[in-house]
């Protein structure tokens, strides 16, 4: 009986998609504010959130952690969330990587 090679298939596993948390700058939240936010859904240190605030402020945007979809749409909705409550404008989006 002649032997049936199986042809060697290629492992179809995808890369999952990563997503940057990303806070934009405005002339109206206070840097204390954003400090808190970083730390509060961001996990930072202060020193870590105060140059990471700082950088916002100066260049416009930073990217404050970087997710999965589901975690970095949920944190972006909690930043805004929280952001509205305070009557701040502070906004925060999403940005896939690499893409
Ligand atoms: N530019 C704001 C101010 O001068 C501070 C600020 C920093 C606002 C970062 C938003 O994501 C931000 N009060």
């Not at 596993?13 to 997503?19: S, V």
């Not at 002339?27 to 730390?39: H, K, S």
């Amino acid at each position: 009986m002649d032997a049936v090679l199986a042809k060697k298939s290629k492992p179809k596993l995808k890369k999952p998609k990563r997503f940057q948390v990303i806070l934009l700058n405005d002339d109206y939240t206070p840097m204390e504010f954003v400090v808190e936010v970083l730390m509060q859904f961001f996990s930072k240190n202060e020193p870590s959130a105060n140059a990471i605030m700082l950088k916002i402020h100066l260049d416009g945007e930073a990217v404050c952690g970087i997710f999965s979809f589901d975690v970095a749409q949920t944190k972006s909705t909690q930043v805004i969330d929280f952001a509205r409550q305070n009557d701040q404008p502070l906004m925060c989006v999403i940005r896939e990587l690499d893409a």
